[in-house]
């Protein structure tokens, strides 16, 4: 049943993670060719924005130490991003020698969430991202911030929300295009979410600058998500399935599964242009490339045989 | 981290319904002494309002045939709510006989599933509940009144928002205490649950004179909660583990878990009373009576042994 709710944007904008932070967490190597057709499957049921794969050096993501090979492969639909995650400058050839147009850097709230993951210190990590931000700019690449930890780091507990204010808008000061807020490990509750993004719209990042990307370790990914979009913010990250968690973080389970997220906006009239049953069949077929069931509660609740 | 959010309530009051909801659909019947011990340590844990069992007749829920001998060897803390189900006259009988003070019955938005699930259509099953609240209420009981299918019915698809409107102050009208929509195959989203709630403050029932008791069948239980809260709501049924479903409706799966809930309410600063350590314990320990494990994310983030 549809019914609309008072506050909320008319058009959500999902940008789909599965194939890169969904896929990254996993042992097993996915063939090259059932990643090609994760991504052409989730682009038939109408996503728009996916994040495909990450230039970050193979030793530390083995899973997608195929990334060029998958981008030579991978078919390229008209009005469809296909965002790569790029650590540095070296990523960045890589990404432009194949034709990437968006790419998306990797900062961290947290001192000790950035030494463990960039193994530099928050500073450092922005004077590494400044010359990857700028050069792409110039080439008129559109770049994505990611801040994960933004709601907690597993290490340091609390992180206030000054301190991500503080990470995010020097991220925005380097030139990028939007900014993600990552609650990389699940903690983060409703009325948090509302003052993180409160707080960036008073320190110059807009909601509409933003993307939220909510992990549901504790269950609280879908109402952290509608507390962002009452918040204004109309791009929200979801990983098909659910699959996915942070290789760093071990309490970090999946990504909000982008089927229940599609079965609230539906709900609400929210347009996503998202097929639910399409994406339904999608993490069918990948929870039998993975050889483990999907977490998304939509499709345990709807899920037929493998298709 | 604790950040309140605006528009929600100071306290919220936790209608627990593992030891009832919860287990009545399992097929291998729990021991009474464990029921006994389960309902103990979710007042330990800090819940004041425990629906405990119910005197519906043996045939069709087994698994609560022990209602008697369960509430013959229940110790009661003082200020604490153990409310019973009664579906008729002879279930009141029963339930007086125990010293039971608190009571709900159990009706239907749909005239397909009061069909199935009371035999009886909707007209009648008011006019079977009425002498059972009118003598409840006359010897001093509390009623709760559950209205089921409230956000959609597996075999009528979307049920109007009037209709349900129409059965609850009808159910309300008998004289019971306190309304609880149900949704009990877990399909509405929050614009929905707002627009009920608003309906009904429109026809006389406040949001202070609604539970709500929601299925996360699709995920939304907890987004759809947030809702409600801010509808003015104050009594929420969880389900301490996640346990529950409803037996006859065969893609009903768990009720929203009683530590997810809790968690997002810490995180907002909103009271329960509860202490989220002490129910993943029980939770842990209910695992390895049911011999499988709980479906909330915060239990499956949490758990250690079993304790």
Chains 1, 2 share one sequence.
Request: hydrophobic share 45%.
């Amino acid at each position: 049943m549809r019914v609309p709710m008072d506050g909320l944007p008319e058009r959500v904008t999902i940008y789909e993670v599965g194939p890169r932070d969904g896929l990254q967490n996993e042992k097993a190597v996915v063939p090259v060719a059932a990643k090609a057709e994760f991504v052409a499957r989730l682009v038939r049921a109408g996503l728009r924005t996916v994040e495909t794969t990450s230039f970050v050096h193979p030793k530390w993501v083995p899973q997608l130490a195929d990334a060029e090979e998958l981008l030579a492969v991978l078919p390229r639909e008209p009005g469809v991003r296909y965002p790569v995650l790029v650590p540095n400058e070296r990523g960045l050839d890589r990404a432009l020698a194949h034709g990437v147009t968006e790419i998306a850097v990797f900062g961290a709230a947290t001192e000790t969430f950035a030494r463990r993951n960039l193994n530099r210190t928050v500073d450092e990590s922005l004077a590494m991202f400044a010359p990857v931000v700028a050069r792409a700019r110039a080439e008129g690449l559109w770049v994505r911030a990611y801040v994960s930890m933004a709601c907690g780091d597993p290490w340091e507990g609390d992180v206030p929300i000054e301190q991500v204010v503080s990470v995010a808008t020097r991220m925005m000061d380097l030139g990028c295009s939007q900014l993600c807020l990552g609650d990389t490990i699940g903690v983060g509750t409703p009325g948090q979410v509302t003052a993180l993004i409160e707080a960036l719209g008073a320190a110059g990042v807009a909601p509409s600058d933003l993307g939220v990307h909510f992990h549901d370790t504790y269950g609280q990914a879908l109402a952290n998500t509608l507390a962002a979009l009452r918040a204004g913010v109309t791009t929200v990250d979801a990983s098909t399935g659910g699959i996915g968690g942070c290789p760093y973080a071990e309490s970090a389970t999946g990504n909000l599964p982008t089927e229940d997220l599609v079965w609230m906006l539906d709900g609400l009239g929210v347009e996503t242009g998202a097929d639910l049953s399409e994406l339904v069949a999608t993490s069918t077929w990948m929870a039998s490339v993975l050889g483990r069931p999907s977490p998304s509660r939509v499709v345990q609740a709807l899920a037929k045989e493998p298709s």
